[in-house]
């Protein structure tokens, strides 16, 4: 099973956080309205973004008119977040440690960020402070490897990372340990269709958003070098659609604890 405790899960991204920003894909609106009326959150409800990045998730759900504090270890991803303003909050913390006071939130969110965790221990911090009835939202873009041009994009990714098992990893299964945890109840998995088109500029950057990606001058010469060969391949106008299946988790805090 996937360690993340063997990595740099906060520093790994210190050098690539505006590449993240600008390229990174955001979720569907979709995904965020079934959050919502799942978990049946109304206006002005507090939702913490646990691993929040420079804000992707945070935005989305803020303007959905929630309250939500974001939590972020690594500064240089905060301060892109706080940078951007909107009236989601931003603070330092980790998703084992976050700081929060018990029975805080309505909803912990964890958007593209739960594999890089702690599960055990983070389930744990997730429960304290959710309010009792309160729900965990775990949430993955992940790619669509039914699709030619995406799944292209993978085998580069698997191809060229010096990191074969992050290259290799579904991060999405992580968390199915969720769907198994004793301090939570109902919960449920599912799938919602997304895409985002790409010129090729907007493609690079997506690859070399990745943190597994190759960093060295020359692996990532040739990295480059291949991803605008599947662009060439497969553009049409100069665009190609980047296809995903965003999957999400939610279970409840129950009203008691067991």
């Known amino acids: 099973m996937f360690n993340p405790g063997e990595r740099d899960t906060v520093g790994r991204f ?5 590449l993240y920003d600008n ?9 965020v309205d079934f959050v919502l009326s799942y978990a049946n959150l109304e206006p002005g ?8 990045g420079t804000g992707i998730s945070s935005r989305q759900f803020a303007q959905r008119a929630l309250q939500v504090i974001g939590i972020e270890p690594n500064a240089q991803m905060r301060q892109i977040a706080e940078s951007l303003g909107g009236p989601a909050i931003y603070r330092e913390g980790r998703a084992d440690a976050t700081g929060f006071p018990d029975s805080f939130a309505d909803v912990v969110l964890a958007a593209q960020s739960f594999h890089w965790f702690p599960s055990d221990a983070a389930l744990r911090e997730f429960s304290r402070i959710l309010k009792p009835v309160g729900w965990v939202a775990l949430l993955w873009n992940d790619r669509d490897d039914g699709d030619a041009f995406t799944a292209g994009f993978s ?8 990191d074969r098992e992050l290259s290799t990893l579904t991060q999405s299964e992580t968390g199915r340990e969720l769907l198994r945890n004793t301090h939570f109840e109902q919960a449920v998995r599912f799938e919602f269709p997304h895409q985002t088109p790409q010129t090729i500029e907007q493609f690079v950057g997506r690859a070399l958003s990745v943190s597994f990606a190759p960093r060295e001058e020359r692996a990532r010469q040739h990295f480059d070098a291949a991803l605008r060969e599947l662009h060439h391949c497969f553009a049409t106008d100069g665009i190609v659609m980047m296809r995903y299946r965003t999957v999400l988790y939610l279970a409840r805090k129950p009203l008691v604890p067991s």
Do not use: F, T, V
């Open 155 to 162: 085998a580069l990714i698997r191809a060229h990372s010096p």
């Open 23 to 31: 390229y990174r894909p955001d979720y569907p609106p979709a995904a």
């Open 14 to 18: 210190s050098e690539i956080a505006n």
């Open 45 to 52: 409800m507090r939702l913490i973004d646990i691993g929040c």
